[in-house]
């Protein structure tokens, strides 16, 4: 990765939503916690539901199941333990661009009382294979997995980035298809490294912004690795209908791959590179005192 770009969350022009709408509508794939499918701004939004666990933890008692209420948790259970986590990032992504629809699939586990089990990269592995035989049932233009590890890096000034081979199969089929892996960089004030698996290098890693567009202090960063940023704080409302503000590195990888769905779906025959190469030609000079310059995206622009 030579490019660091940074991308803004300002909603898409009307005539970029206009375009990107009805049956040709972008279709973003969505790894997280869990989905609440009631809230009223996710209707008619969600296009498929589907769990991917290495425990036997789905809601049909096995480790996958796809289907209408694959990705879900009971009602008591969902905002606890930050399990409300899926439901933001899927908010952040209509809030983007309310034409957007998605595809959740859940990926992290949860016992009966409602405790957080861990995720292995052989589940993150899994749901991108499953992913690449099925992104054109779905119509899946962009992939977007905020839940990231610090604890599987090396020391900082090394190769510290663990590249199991069959994720980075995954990912480099599925970019093959056109379809990135976005993934956040982390929000522990790390400034010589990033969390896996945006540290792979064939994954987008997201950074974050602060609302003056600046990149903000607690985004991880790594000169060679961060590719893009986009605004990491902004208010949604959470399960229980009032304002949450909500900051941090997943809210701009949802940004990040809300954009690329788009454009995509409007610039249908551009490869993986011809588009990564659209945005970086199409965007605006930002800088920040702690990493210096970066790429700031002109959405109106890239969409022509």
């Given at each position: 990765k030579l490019i660091t770009a940074v991308l803004t969350l300002s909603l898409l022009s009307p005539v970029a939503i206009s375009q990107a709408s009805g049956a040709d509508a972008p279709v973003l794939a969505i790894l997280d916690t869990a989905i609440d499918t009631s809230l009223p701004n996710l209707q008619g939004k969600i296009v498929g539901e589907v769990c991917i666990l290495e425990w036997q933890l789905c809601p049909n008692g096995t480790n996958f199941q796809?289907?209408?209420?694959?990705?879900?948790?009971?009602?008591?259970?969902?905002?606890?333990?930050?399990?409300?986590?899926?439901?933001?990032?899927?908010s952040t992504a209509v809030q983007a661009n309310p034409n957007i629809k998605i595809l959740f699939i859940k990926i992290i586990g949860n016992t009966s009382a409602g405790l957080r089990k861990p995720t292995g990269e052989?589940?993150?592995?899994?749901?991108?294979?499953?992913?690449?035989?099925?992104?054109?049932?779905?119509?899946?233009?962009?992939?977007?997995?905020?839940?990231?590890?610090?604890?599987?890096?090396?020391?900082?000034?090394?190769?510290?980035?663990?590249?199991?081979?069959?994720?980075?199969?995954?990912?480099?089929?599925?970019?093959?298809?056109?379809?990135?892996?976005?993934?956040?960089?982390?929000?522990?004030?790390?400034?010589?490294?990033?969390?896996?698996?945006?540290?792979?290098?064939?994954?987008?890693?997201?950074?974050?912004?602060?609302?003056?567009?600046?990149?903000?202090?607690?985004s991880n960063y790594d000169s060679k690795l961060v590719d893009f940023y986009a605004r990491g704080t902004t208010v949604l409302y959470g399960l229980d209908g009032k304002k949450t503000n909500f900051a941090g590195s997943s809210a701009s990888v949802l940004v990040g791959a809300t954009s690329w769905a788009t454009i995509k779906s409007i610039k249908t025959t551009l490869s993986y590179t011809e588009m990564y190469d659209l945005i970086s030609k199409t965007s605006k000079v930002t800088s920040s005192s702690r990493v210096g310059s970066g790429k700031l995206i002109d959405l109106a622009k890239a969409i022509g």
């Open positions: 796809e289907g209408a209420g694959a990705a879900s948790m009971p009602a008591d259970l969902i905002t606890k333990n930050g399990f409300d986590h899926g439901t933001f990032m899927a052989s589940t993150i592995s899994a749901a991108l294979f499953w992913l690449r035989d099925n992104a054109a049932k779905y119509n899946v233009k962009a992939i977007s997995l905020s839940q990231g590890s610090s604890g599987l890096l090396g020391k900082a000034g090394t190769q510290y980035c663990p590249t199991f081979p069959r994720t980075v199969s995954a990912i480099q089929q599925l970019n093959s298809m056109s379809i990135p892996v976005f993934s956040a960089v982390g929000n522990s004030r790390d400034y010589s490294r990033i969390d896996w698996p945006s540290c792979i290098p064939e994954t987008i890693s997201m950074g974050a912004t602060m609302p003056t567009e600046s990149i903000a202090f607690y």
